[in-house]
């Protein structure tokens, strides 16, 4: 059985607190058996509530895209014609005798 998380004991116990408080108030009994029943009763909601607290999923990663660069890199299509005309030797003419 997995521990209680904080946030489910908090809420739990809160939940005990007030619910208390807000039933004697309301019923304004005395009797010992109508505190003893309303305290079970806020017990009981505690523990509801602690359950129904959402548990912790397990943790994944979100796959997201890279942070844009301060300048976006541009690239532009160059034919292998172009690439290879350029690196070519240039092109002697004769000369005239």
Do not use: N
């Amino acid at each position: 059985m997995p521990r209680p998380t904080p946030a489910q004991l908090v809420y739990g116990s809160c939940t005990v607190i007030c619910s208390t408080l807000a039933m004697l108030l309301l019923s304004q009994t005395s009797s010992g058996i109508g505190i003893a029943v309303i305290a079970l009763a806020a017990l009981g909601l505690g523990l509801l509530v602690a359950m129904t607290v959402p548990l912790p999923g397990p943790r994944t990663v979100a796959q997201s895209e890279p942070a844009p660069t301060a300048m976006p890199e541009v690239r532009i299509p160059v034919h292998r014609e172009t690439v290879a005309a350029a690196t070519a030797e240039p092109v002697r003419e004769p000369t005239a005798p």
